[in-house]
């Protein structure tokens, strides 16, 4: 797919296919996916077949010629292993809490009862995760070839917030994807859609050059079968949402949906927000997320109305399968829906005794992550504090003043004073990238067009905020209906894209013709690069360099050379722990030399000293 503009047309192409001629675009469709699986299957068979066909024909010849050719042979054998070794993508099951049989009857009953009514396959088990979602997971055997595993996976806030007849009409509609609400052919593109997404991911990290080859493959064909399967994956939306209507009722199922659809404006807009703050009085993070959350947003908020209002007019276009809020409302025959708060939680009702668990597990997980994190951030505002006390006292600088009221003004949308107080800053400092920054977001925010001029100036003295502000620009031009600027800022985001995975290439790919600089590390930042290595425990030694980049790549780029340590199992979890665990100014690859020796003696040389020697 060339650009947004061809996938878009292509897109509005097949849309007017399927309502003109339904039939000949299934049959494109399943004809396009079955191409992916005969790419997969040809590539094995043909690769394994090659070989046992020479070794028979060699064999029916002359048996001698067998042993005499045998480095022939292995050729395609290789080959053959290589294909093999490069596909077999272990796709994981999705991660969360496995309810154990028995452990929570009452949601295994209901659970087991909508699945009966959907026309759903078996289930090979139910999850419950972090998240504000529902869905169901089919996890591939063989890359889809001897069919999938069945998931259903529930997010504990969602169950929290939602009663349990709602709840019921989520998993229906979930229960819909997986051949209850449309049909067999639209059940198996949808689990066919995610399959080819995930071996792409997958294939990704793979190193290998038989993985390569399937990754330009799949690059290329995995866009165009997301075009295909696009509009039926819209109308799968909307059948799954009929099964949903028929099994739970369709008030139910309207009500369910205008819920979910505020609360993630009410958990990213207010909840988080709010708990984020408290870092300014504890050092600490809460002992319990996970509970309070639950609370939050089982209640009632006076935002509720606003945030529906705008889940109504929003329409995320070809970025989301999912129709608008109001065309699925629509579908359902829905003129009323209530925003009311359940007397008693699905989590409550159906998770019993194993809710309180959960939700001291998961808080307890968040806050071991978070932790480090917190203490760093509550320390940055008791200094910041300190910093605006000081700022107050002194006759500031135009560039302290842009520093002061960035640290002290609150900006909220009635405090039009302190805006201007800052617009007035950043004209005496155009220079400030934090100031430009603050000042387009907060003019954004208001629906105010000039907030554009001073993002812009943001990615003019920092051009690695490039993809975060053209982000920040599309969703202001949709919000505000604008669709010619919102396409113009698509067209720019992916030509940035593009020139990115150049630089990346460029970066990431070694040759002969590589030049190798000083890494410049001192101090603290050297002595933290030391840590990491020893922490890994899998290190002996380790030379570190950065490479010459072109001029248009401003960035810094690390080769990080390691000797691992005895025998290892696994070179490849050796080198990912030591990526994992090391952190420099700029991007980073770790590599053992084992299959690239005369690249890794010139970055020896370059480099001279090992940074660090296991046991000194």
């Known amino acids: 797919m060339q650009s947004v503009e061809a996938y878009r047309a292509l897109v509005e192409r097949l849309q007017r296919r399927a309502v003109a001629a339904p039939l000949l675009y299934r049959l494109q469709l399943a004809g396009l996916a079955g191409l992916g699986f005969a790419v997969l299957a040809g590539s094995v068979v043909g690769a394994l077949g090659v070989s046992v066909g020479l070794v028979v024909v060699l064999a029916a010849i002359k048996p001698a010629l067998v042993a005499h050719l045998f480095k022939l042979i292995l050729i395609p054998l290789i080959f053959g292993y290589s294909v093999l070794r490069a596909l077999w993508v272990r796709i994981e099951p999705p991660q969360g809490y496995r309810i154990a049989p028995g452990e929570a009857p009452l949601l295994e009953a209901e659970v087991e009862r909508l699945r009966r009514a959907a026309g759903a396959p078996a289930l090979a088990g139910i999850i419950v995760d972090i998240d504000l979602n529902a869905a169901a997971a089919s996890v591939p055997r063989v890359l889809g070839l001897l069919g999938h595993r069945h998931f259903l996976v529930l997010g504990l806030p969602l169950m929290q917030a939602l009663s349990r007849e709602q709840l019921a009409a989520v998993i229906a509609h979930e229960f819909g994807h997986l051949g209850g609400g449309h049909g067999r052919f639209g059940a198996w593109i949808y689990r066919v859609r995610l399959s080819w997404f995930r071996l792409l991911h997958a294939l990704e990290v793979r190193e290998a050059w038989a993985a390569g080859m399937f990754r330009k493959f799949f690059g290329w064909y995995a866009p165009y079968f997301n075009a295909y399967s696009f509009v039926l994956a819209r109308d799968n939306e909307l059948a799954a949402d009929r099964i949903a209507a028929r099994v739970s009722g ?367």
């Open 250 to 616: 369709g008030q139910t199922v309207a009500d369910a949906l205008v819920k979910t659809s505020v609360l993630g404006a009410r958990l990213h807009q207010d909840f988080l927000p709010a708990v984020h703050e408290t870092v300014r009085e504890r050092p600490h993070p809460p002992e319990l997320l996970y509970r309070d959350m639950g609370a939050a947003l089982r209640h009632a908020h006076p935002g509720d109305a606003q945030w529906l209002e705008g889940a109504l007019a929003h329409d995320a276009g070809l970025d989301d399968t999912h129709p608008p809020l109001s065309v699925r409302l629509s579908a359902l025959g829905a003129t009323q829906t209530a925003l009311t708060e359940p007397a008693q939680s699905a989590a409550e009702a159906l998770l019993g005794d194993l809710l309180p668990r959960l939700e001291q597990q998961f808080s307890q997980r968040w806050q071991a992550e978070v932790q480090g994190n917190w203490m760093a951030e509550y320390q940055r505002r008791q200094d910041q504090a300190l910093r605006v006390a000081e700022l107050a006292r002194m006759q500031r600088s135009p560039e302290q003043e842009v520093e002061y009221l960035l640290l002290a003004g609150h900006f909220q949308q009635d405090e039009q004073d302190q805006l201007a107080a800052l617009q007035a800053a950043v004209a005496q400092v155009p220079t400030h990238l934090q100031g430009q920054l603050r000042l387009g977001a907060l003019l954004l925010d208001r629906d105010d067009a000039a907030g554009v001029a001073h993002l812009r100036q943001a990615i003019a003295l920092d051009a690695g905020y490039t993809g975060a502000v053209l982000q920040r620009l599309h969703a202001f031009y949709q919000a505000m209906g604008d669709a010619p600027s919102a396409r113009a800022v698509e067209a720019e985001f992916e030509g940035w894209q593009r020139r990115q995975r150049a630089l990346a290439k460029r970066r990431f790919t070694s040759s002969g013709e590589d030049r190798f600089l000083p890494h410049g590390l001192q101090g603290e930042a050297l002595a933290r690069l030391r840590r990491a290595l020893v922490k890994t425990n899998v290190v002996r030694r380790a030379w570190l360099v950065r490479k010459a980049l072109p001029d248009d790549d401003a960035g810094e780029h690390f080769l990080l050379l390691v000797q691992l340590r005895g025998l290892m199992f696994s070179r490849g979890k050796a080198l990912q722990r030591v990526l994992d665990a090391v952190e420099l100014p700029g991007s980073i690859q770790v590599f053992d030399g084992a299959d690239r020796r005369r690249y890794a003696g010139r970055l020896r040389k370059a480099a001279g000293t090992p940074i660090w020697r296991r046991g000194r």
